[in-house]
Structures are given as structure tokens and as C-alpha cells.
């Protein structure tokens, strides 16, 4: 009876096994070179987004205070970053700007990613009737321009970062949906699933128990990837006006820029530190979106092994 009530119950099993499949992964994401770069860099944008408030004055957003400022002042005269052509500190609409990007960019993807996958283990579970109509849809989505039907969906909505979050989020979608659908059908032929089914299991159980699990890894390496395609999206409608006016962004610094003819002053100062921080942050997911697939992709993984 000692013996029977000091073993391991099944889940402890499995979470010990989860337990040392991530400290396995974190042990190979180490190694990867350019995985690590891009994680400090995220860590140190993520770290002075939170800290915004402790490293410049939100009140410098508004031009009404900063009157005293000088216009169009370089770096050399208005210390880090020069002002714009409202006389606001650059630093402070840039360091302030990070958290919207970072905002838009993680909230829509997780939106993106939740139905993506909600559709796509669906259609490759059930089949039949069921993956039909939905990969239709799917299709349609795909067909459609992005930009067009984005630019269509903000300006109905109204400029807010809801409304950003939730157009970018209803788009971006159904590229996951193809790549969860096709694991799907692979997944649920596998012989674990046939001995769950014949065993009685439920199809809630089956796809929670089953063919979530082995499909997560796919999403999370999908998530980073799809971040960097948010953030650019961001800035191209905040670029084009159809952001929230009254937050800043990166994007909405550029339109600000490019309205007031910051280039043709050759105020670099204004437009090159937002384009700066969405190329690193683009890169950054980037390399951190490909050091996961890498890692948790076995064909991959023995392919650069």
C-alpha cells in the first residue's frame, strides 16, 4: 500500500516531462547566437516601455507644455533627442511610443493567434462539412488584401487602440490557420489518438488532451513570428492616419514627421529613432520567432545540427 501511495500520479508524471522539455529548450535556446541577441534586445525595449513612467514625463506629449521648447532643436541643442516642430522632447514621444507598438503588436497577435488556432484545430479535427466551411472562410480572408481591408475596417471603426488592436487581430489570422489545420490532420491519424477515441475519450478531450498539446509548439514558434508582421502593420496605419491620435506610437511618430516635412528639414532626428525601434524590434522577434522554430521543429533542429 506505501508503495502504491508514493508513486507518481500520471500528471505529475506529465508535468515533470513538461518540466524538463523546457529546461531542454532553454538549454538549446542558450546556444542559439543571434536567438540570444534578439531576446536582449526585446528584454530591453519591453524593460523601458515599463519604465516609461519612471524615465520621461508623459505630460511632454502635449504641445500645450511644451512651449518653452525650442522647434526643430537637434540633439546637440535639446539633449538626447532634439524636439519636433511642436517643440516636444523626441525621447520622450519615442520612449512613450514603445508601449503602444509593443501593446498593438503583442495584443493582436495573441487575438490573431487565438482564433487562428481555435479555426484551424477545428477544420483539422472534425473535417468533412465542417473544415469546408471554415477554410472557405479562411480562403476569403486570404484573398482579400490586407492593407485595403484593414484601412477599410480602422476608418469605420474610428482611431483608437481597441479598434487598431482588433482590426489587426481579425486579419492577420488565417496564414496560422492553414499551418494548425495541415498539423491537425497529420495529428489525428496518429495511433495515441485512435487508442484515446476507441477508449471512449470525448472530442473535448481529444483535441485539449491530445492535439493541443502537440500543435503548441508550432503556435508559440508562429506567435513570434507573426508579432514583427503586427508592428510593421501598426505603423503602416498609423502612418496613414488611421491610428489613435491621442497615444503615441512609432508609426504615428513617422506620420508626424512626414506631415510636418521633418525630411525636407532634414530633421533626422525625428523620423530615424521610431523607424530605428520598429526595425529592432522587427528583428529581434524575428530572430527569436526563428530560434524557437529551430528548437522545437525536430526537422530543423537536425538540419542545422
Known amino acids: 500500500m506505501s508503495a502504491l501511495a508514493e508513486a507518481p500520479s500520471a500528471r505529475r508524471i506529465a508535468w515533470l516531462r513538461r518540466r524538463r522539455a523546457v529546461a531542454g529548450a532553454w538549454r538549446d535556446y542558450r546556444r542559439h547566437l543571434p536567438g540570444m541577441v534578439g531576446l536582449v534586445i526585446l528584454v530591453l525595449v519591453v524593460a ?9 514625463d508623459e505630460a511632454g506629449l502635449k504641445a500645450i507644455n511644451s512651449t518653452g521648447n525650442p522647434t526643430w532643436a537637434s540633439p546637440s541643442e535639446f539633449g538626447p533627442l532634439g524636439t519636433d516642430g511642436l517643440g516636444r522632447d523626441v525621447m520622450t514621444q519615442f520612449i512613450w511610443g514603445s ?7 503583442l495584443a493582436a497577435t495573441i487575438l490573431a493567434m487565438v482564433i487562428g488556432s ?52 481579425i486579419t492577420s489570422w488565417p496564414s496560422t490557420t492553414r499551418l494548425i489545420q495541415a498539423q491537425v490532420l497529420t495529428l489525428r491519424e496518429r495511433d495515441y489518438v485512435d487508442r484515446s477515441r476507441a477508449l471512449g475519450a470525448s472530442n473535448w478531450h481529444l483535441m485539449s488532451r491530445h492535439i493541443l ?50 525630411v525636407t528639414l532634414e530633421a533626422w532626428w525625428y523620423f530615424v529613432p521610431p523607424g530605428l525601434g ?28
Open 48 to 56: 523601458m516601455a515599463l519604465a516609461a513612467p519612471l524615465l520621461a
Open 118 to 169: 481555435v479555426v484551424g484545430i477545428t477544420a483539422g479535427f472534425f473535417g468533412g462539412a465542417v473544415s469546408a466551411v471554415l477554410m472557405r472562410v479562411t480562403e476569403w480572408f486570404l484573398v482579400i488584401p490586407f492593407l485595403p481591408l484593414a484601412i477599410v475596417l480602422a476608418a469605420i471603426l474610428g482611431p483608437s487602440v481597441k479598434n487598431i488592436i482588433l482590426v489587426i487581430g
Open 99 to 105: 508601449r503602444i507598438s509593443l501593446l498593438v503588436g
Open 278 to 305: 520598429i526595425l529592432l524590434v522587427v528583428l529581434a522577434f524575428t530572430l527569436v520567432g526563428q530560434a524557437l522554430e529551430e528548437i522545437l521543429d525536430p526537422r530543423l533542429r537536425d538540419k542545422h545540427g
Open 213 to 262: 498539446p502537440n500543435v503548441s509548439p508550432l503556435i508559440l514558434a508562429n506567435t513570434t513570428l507573426t508579432v514583427p508582421i503586427v508592428i510593421l502593420s501598426e505603423a503602416t496605419l498609423s502612418f496613414l492616419g488611421l491610428g489613435d491620435p491621442s497615444n503615441a506610437s512609432w508609426g504615428k511618430m513617422l506620420d508626424d514627421a512626414f506631415e510636418s516635412g521633418a
